[in-house]
Nanobody, 123 residues
Framework: QVQLVESGGGLVQAGGSLRLSCAASGRTFSRYTMGWFRQAPGKERMFVSAISGSGSMTFYSDSVKGRFTISRDNAKNTVYLQMNSLKPEDTAVYYC????????????????WGQGTQVTVSS
């Protein structure tokens, strides 16, 4: 069982930065690929980024590549999402998840989710 708690969301102007954190409970954190997804009102939950259990591999959607950076600290059971050069279209609720399936890009493959944190980017 893994419990996840996101933090770090907020309101920021376009071009600004935010750093999201996702703290996990449990001793098996390093076994999981961790992902960040986002969901805008009326839209599906979309893949943003993922990181392998060791942290050696990272993956990004085309829309955030070059602007967002995912990282993790297994000693602290925490995964981060550094978001730079934010755009109004980045506005969404951001969720972190622990992958329990085989497709890191699909939200259906994540068995554990946090409650989400709101990110709002004003123009």
């Amino acid at each position: 069982q893994v419990q996840l708690v996101e933090s770090g969301g907020g309101l920021v102007q376009a071009g600004g930065s935010l750093r999201l954190s996702c703290a996990a409970s449990g001793r098996t954190f390093s076994r999981y690929t961790m992902g960040w997804f986002r969901q805008a009102p009326g839209k599906e939950r979309m893949f943003v980024s993922a990181i392998s259990g060791s942290g050696s591999m990272t993956f990004y959607s085309d829309s955030v590549k070059g602007r967002f950076t995912i990282s993790r600290d297994n000693a602290k059971n925490t995964v981060y999402l550094q978001m730079n050069s934010l755009k109004p279209e980045d506005t969404a609720v951001y969720y972190c998840g622990a992958e329990t399936g085989t497709n890191r890009y699909s939200p259906n493959e994540y068995g554990y989710w946090g409650q989400g944190t709101q990110v709002t980017v004003s123009s």
